[in-house]
């Protein structure tokens, strides 16, 4: 396996009337050849701003202060715009959160696709089009032949989605950054987005960077899991570090507040109190603390990454080394 | 533009009866524009023996104070009135578009200086700008309907700008941007087609504000000169003979009149059509 994509150091601001606002405060993070990673994180967690900054989508008043962003060990931010450009759809391809407003509503589907091809892939017109069908065909899409000559408004939400993703890959990119692709689809098309977004995987080895909320959606399909708060990645680790030991307290309170269906029982959903901090001024320690049920005096400093385990870190003081003792020490006591 | 919107076209014209209307005259002063030279009479014949007539069989609009056939003369004359307001109009959307859009669309400094622009074009009163212009310019259809043009751009670049900033937040825009689409290609392929209704409703209205500019400057005696002739210079000469011949005056001005009127209720067609919800009355 090798390194896709490194970024590193990312911050992105939001120069506003108010202030500056950091929404991205020094994000850092792999993603190797064929993996699946997801970015979880509430609204406002600077997940979306992180992939927006990826590919150089951020638009004043946002600015991209610092960081890297290596792709193929290129630093994509001092690439020229029409350097981008070759890159963008063709490498890197990206879908939203909403197929309903992603296709421009005037034109067919198929000339969108059309276009997108012929631009990366130097096809003629009649392979492009051909070219187009066969991934309609490739993400479901019944009768392509005649769905591509359709208006978006002739397509479901779904479907709308297959052809999203259908446009995404057509030009066989060796990344694809998601967006929240199933947030505005109802759940049975949500499982059926995230088969085929798995199956394609398989099928072309594509990496894919998984924006989402929602945890669910993160156990089905990803390999990797990075957990942001407050513009900062709070713990990064494999699908089982992050499930099944979750070390940062933020990641156990995210997991404890999905709602279980337990027979007979009848629970009240735990939710984490409080609310984000404001990236206006953005807290200089653990942005996490106000609302952690574990914070005390050292978490006014912010904590450096600790790992608990190889490939599994986590921005929190009660890893260090001090705590991780005193805690051995208090449950020999309580033996 | 999608067939939607033209259907929605057909059935707003079908519920303001002013719009069929409207589109009838118009039609029928463009085809008369058109095929002016079918006239019976030459407009520039000058026939001494057969000055001011009043409207009778051989002369349906009279004759002028030079015996030319006022007819004939009102035919070229809305030749001349239409077309410089239709291309004064197309120099206008041209310019007002891609201002507008090119503004809207990349934001930041560029949009501030455009639109700084435009604010002191729009703080000079163009009429007085348009007479000193025209006094330095050789005068003559060109002239016109290029002054007239660049000096009535500034309100489509601020309703383009306006649109345009709505749009580009969409996010097929930023697919396009994601999928690697030149700002060019955004602009033209996905922002203008998106404000198409917009810019043709103020075409519209553009074109009657022309034809109007046009007449006036032309009543001044500054626009259109002897021996061609629009509606607007047509009033003109006909002023030192309001009583002997009110005729000369009453009949350009009744097609300058009509015209205008019929373009702005057009315009209103197209306003209510393209936004159904917003603006139904």
């Not at chain 2, 524009?33 to 009479?41: D, G, K, N, Q, R």
């Not at chain 2, 291309?87 to 930041?108: E, K, L, Q």
Request: hydrophobic content about 45%; glycine content about 8%; proline content about 6%.
């Amino acid at each position: 396996m090798t390194e896709l994509l490194s970024v590193q150091n990312l911050k992105t601001s939001f120069m506003t009337r108010e202030g500056e606002v950091e929404s991205v405060r020094g994000v850092s993070f792999d993603i190797q050849q064929g993996e699946v990673v997801g970015i979880v994180g509430e609204s406002g967690s600077g997940k979306s701003i992180t992939a927006k900054s990826l590919l150089g989508l951020i638009q004043p008043p946002g600015v991209i202060k610092e960081g890297k962003v290596l792709f193929h060990g290129q630093d994509l931010r001092q690439m020229t715009e029409p350097q981008l450009r070759a890159i963008r759809g063709n490498q890197i391809a990206m879908i939203f959160q909403d197929p309903m407003t992603s296709l421009n509503p005037v034109i067919r589907v198929g000339a969108q696709m059309i276009e997108v091809l012929r631009r990366h892939q130097k096809l003629d017109k009649a392979g492009a089009r051909q070219r187009a069908i066969e991934m309609l065909r490739e993400v479901g899409i019944p009768s392509p032949e005649q769905r591509i000559d359709q208006y978006p408004h002739e397509f479901s939400g779904g479907m709308r989605q297959r052809v999203m993703i259908a446009m995404a890959l057509s030009c066989k990119p060796e990344l694809l950054i998601a967006d929240e692709p199933t947030t505005a689809l109802d759940v049975t098309i949500q499982a059926q987005i995230l088969n085929l977004m798995k199956q394609l995987r398989d099928a072309t080895n594509t990496s894919i960077l998984l924006i989402t909320h929602d945890l669910g959606v993160v156990a089905q399909v990803c390999t990797r899991v990075i957990v942001m708060y407050g513009g900062m990645i709070m713990e990064e680790g494999t699908v089982e570090d992050i499930f099944e030991r979750p070390s940062h307290p933020y990641t156990q309170g995210l997991l404890r507040s999905i709602p279980r269906v337990k027979e007979g029982q009848r629970e009240r959903l735990v939710s984490i109190e409080g609310t984000p901090p404001n990236l206006l001024h953005p807290p200089t320690g653990c942005p996490f603390m106000e609302r952690c049920p574990h914070a005390m005096d050292k978490c006014r400093e912010m904590p450096p990454y600790f790992v608990p385990e190889e490939g599994h870190r986590s921005l929190c003081w009660l890893l260090s080394s001090d705590m991780q003792q005193q805690k051995r020490e208090q449950e020999g006591d309580e033996q | 533009m999608n067939r939607m919107r033209w259907r929605n076209v057909k059935t707003q014209f079908k519920e303001q009866k002013m719009g069929i209307v409207a589109l009838i005259v118009l039609g029928i002063f463009i085809i008369a524009a058109v095929f002016a030279f079918l006239a019976p009479h030459d407009p520039n014949k000058i026939v001494v023996t057969e000055r001011l007539l009043p409207p009778s069989a051989a002369h349906w609009f009279g004759t002028d104070d030079n015996g030319r056939d006022y007819f004939a003369r009102a035919l070229y004359g809305g030749r001349v009135s239409l077309s410089v307001g239709f291309f004064a109009m197309i120099v206008a959307v041209v310019v007002g578009t891609t201002v507008g859009a090119v503004s809207g669309y990349f934001g930041g400094a560029m949009d501030n200086i455009l639109m700084r622009f435009v604010d002191v074009l729009m703080s000079i009163p163009s009429f007085f700008l348009m007479l000193i212009l025209n006094a330095y310019l050789k005068p003559g259809i060109s002239t016109i309907v290029i002054i007239i043009g660049l000096l009535s751009w500034m309100s489509i670049a601020r309703i383009v700008r306006a649109e345009t900033l709505s749009v580009k937040e969409r996010e097929y825009v930023l697919y396009a941007r994601v999928s690697g689409q030149s700002n060019f290609k955004i602009i033209t392929k996905h922002i203008v087609p998106s404000i198409l209704p917009t810019i043709i409703v103020s075409a519209t209205i553009n074109i009657a504000s022309a034809i109007l500019m046009e007449s006036s400057l032309s009543f001044l005696g500054l626009g259109i000169q002897q021996p061609n002739s629009s509606w607007g210079s047509m009033l003109n000469n006909a002023q030192g003979y309001i009583g002997d011949a009110p005729y000369m005056a009453l009949f350009p001005g009744i097609f300058i009149l009509v015209t205008v009127l019929s373009f702005n209720f057009l315009g209103d067609v197209f306003r209510v059509a393209f936004e159904p919800k917003v603006n139904r009355r």
